[in-house]
């Protein structure tokens, strides 16, 4: 088992502009931007850039653009020059510098925008998937799933800012049985319009998500990245199988998980109490916390393998580190495995 941290480094860099509460907002914002953005061409004698304002502009067959941060260091990279040199000139200087740098061959450059801002600018060998059509494939074939809970901060688990999309995404109703022991499953799906990352989907079977967005003792992890070359639209068809496969594998294992928790609900959980602290002591739940769930199941009324499971698994909330609550939490899971 590994533990995933791609959504704890996204938690961390996203301002609250770039957060979205479901996956259906997210796709909107994405599906407008598609909607609203435009890829144009240019020769690259009719490329060019002028001093305004203290700032630099793009301009294009005469049109002047505005330029993000994002799509100002990919014109820097064209040109050969360093940002930071660049940064440091004044705007009738730096001028001087693109009209001096920047390539004046054949190949068209293709310069992507939304309004009047350029969103990125390339050369003719980036090929474009839009965040929308890759987050449809999340909305087509996942409508079970649902963004992690509220992280630290705010955090929602689903960005889409300047550079890039992500979105994180778990079914809390898909909880199967894998080796004995409790797990859901979960994806991670990212993206950029503008050559910030790749397109790619990571899936995964979970234990626990702590509220750093971490994503604790993950197994069965299939990851799949593609650049952004001339065949890129075919990642399409193996995110589309990848989602598909992990859709179909949780109704499967939910079918059988459902089974164990029916037993579990009918099954006592031995006849004396001395008898039922050796076994949960077999499963290195330590004594104090056995009784307490045992006195705890037995106030439900039925002393059952589900009553003792869930005593255990409400108990371990009041552990203080995320670390220990998540073993405590796999520990009374693993009982589970007496329904069988």
Not at 117 to 127: A, I, L
Not at 266 to 287: H, M, P, S, V
Not at 308 to 336: K, P
Request: overall charge negative; some cysteine; proline content about 2%.
């Amino acid at each position: 088992m590994t533990h995933l941290t791609q959504a704890h480094e996204q938690l961390f860099r996203r301002n609250p502009d770039e957060r979205f509460n479901t996956l259906s907002q997210l796709w909107e914002h994405c599906h407008q931007e598609k909607q609203e953005s435009l890829t144009r061409w240019y020769a690259p004698v009719d490329v060019r850039t002028e001093p305004e304002n203290g700032h630099l502009t793009l301009v294009a067959n005469d049109e002047p653009f505005e330029m993000t941060d994002w799509s100002f260091s990919q014109l820097c990279k064209l040109a050969n020059v360093s940002k930071d040199t660049v940064n440091q000139l004044t705007g009738r200087t730096a001028s001087l510098v693109f009209e001096e740098t920047l390539p004046r061959g054949t190949k068209p450059l293709q310069v992507f925008t939304l309004d009047h801002q350029v969103r990125s600018v390339h050369g003719v060998s980036y090929t474009r998937l839009f965040n929308a059509d890759v987050l449809a494939l999340a909305l087509e074939f996942t409508t079970d799933f649902e963004g992690a809970q509220e992280a630290m901060g705010g955090g929602t688990g689903l960005y889409c800012g300047e550079q890039d999309m992500f979105a994180f995404l778990i079914d809390p109703t898909g909880w199967a049985e894998i080796d004995g022991q409790s797990f859901a499953p979960g994806f991670f799906l990212w993206n950029s319009e503008v050559g910030r990352r790749t397109v790619g989907v990571q899936t995964f079977w979970f234990q626990a998500v702590c509220q750093n967005h971490i994503v604790w003792d993950a197994v069965e992890v299939v990851d799949f990245t593609r650049k952004h070359t001339t065949n890129v639209h075919e990642a399409l068809d193996n995110i589309r199988r990848i989602l598909h496969d992990l859709t179909k594998k949780r109704d499967e294992r939910r079918d059988s998980f459902v089974k164990v928790i029916r037993n579990a609900m009918r099954e006592r959980f031995g006849t004396e109490d001395e008898d039922a602290l050796k076994l949960l002591g077999q499963y290195g739940i330590n004594r104090s916390l056995a009784e307490e769930a045992i006195r705890v199941a037995k106030s439900q009324g039925a002393f059952t393998i589900f009553a003792v499971v869930d005593a255990l698994t409400r108990l371990s909330q009041r552990i203080e580190f995320a670390g220990d609550r998540t073993q405590a939490d796999m520990r009374a899971s693993q009982i589970l495995a007496l329904a069988v």
